[in-house]
Structure formats: structure tokens, C-alpha cells
């Protein structure tokens, strides 16, 4: 599968709407990015199952914001609409792989109860703080 190009206009579409998307956040004249790009390409012809896509910070500046990237390129991998990884640093070929494997091997279910358990715990003290 080729590699996606994401903008404002179907980033959520495309994220809701995939299992797995892995997001590549680059600009066209970051040296990294660039040499970084014929991995994420390859490793894509290898998972047609996973979404592979990249954000162009310079032109989606508004996304980059969003998800707060601060150096590129980043990583993020989205599963069932949720951030299970996100990492500065171009990666090797391997370490790509391994990581692939792990968001692959997750319990989504257990990711979602740690989730949950997490939101809950940042909403108790802004509770607490309303009843003093």
C-alpha cells in the first residue's frame, strides 16, 4: 500500500477509519525526514494492513500543533483511535519492524481499561477541587 498523505481535510477520517494508521510528521527540508522516507515506504509494502501516512508539518501546521510535535520527524502510531506510540528520531529498518510487532501483539482492550483508569485519575482532583 502507498503511503498516505494527510491534511486537516482527512486526517480524523483516516484515522477513525483504520485499525491501525502509523503517522510519519516530517517537512521537506529536514535532511532526516528525508532519508528516514524510504524506510516508512518499504516497511509499508510489507503491512497492508497498517494505514502508513505522513504530515507534512510545513503545510499542516495546525495538526503538528495539535499533537504537539516538536522535532521531526515523529512517529505516532494510532490503534483503535488510540495513541499507542509516538517517538522522535528517524528509526532503522529493524527497530521499525520491531516496534510494528509490539503495536501489533497490544491487548486493545487493556489499553482502553488503562486508559479509562488514567481519565478518571486526572478528573479526581479537578472533582475534589470543587468542593472546597
Not at 482527512?10 to 529536514?30: L, M, R, S
Request: net charge negative; charged share 25%; hydrophobic share 45%.
Amino acid at each position: 500500500m502507498a503511503v498516505q498523505e494527510l491534511t486537516k481535510e482527512n486526517f480524523e477520517q483516516v484515522v477513525t477509519g483504520n485499525a491501525t494508521v502509523i503517522v510519519d510528521y516530517w517537512a521537506p527540508w529536514c535532511g532526516p525526514c528525508r532519508a528516514f522516507a524510504p524506510t516508512f515506504e518499504r516497511v509499508s509494502e510489507k503491512h497492508p494492513d497498517i494505514v502508513f501516512a505522513k504530515v507534512n508539518t510545513e503545510d499542516e501546521q495546525e495538526i503538528a500543533a495539535h499533537f504537539q510535535i516538536r522535532s521531526i520527524p515523529t512517529l505516532m502510531i494510532f490503534r483503535d483511535n488510540i495513541i499507542i506510540f509516538a517517538q522522535p528520531g528517524a528509526l532503522p529498518e529493524g527497530a521499525l519492524e520491531q516496534v510494528i510487532g509490539k503495536a501489533k501483539a497490544l491487548d486493545m482492550d487493556d489499553v482502553r481499561k488503562q486508559v479509562a483508569a488514567q481519565q478518571a485519575a486526572e478528573a479526581q482532583p479537578e472533582a475534589a477541587a470543587g468542593t472546597g
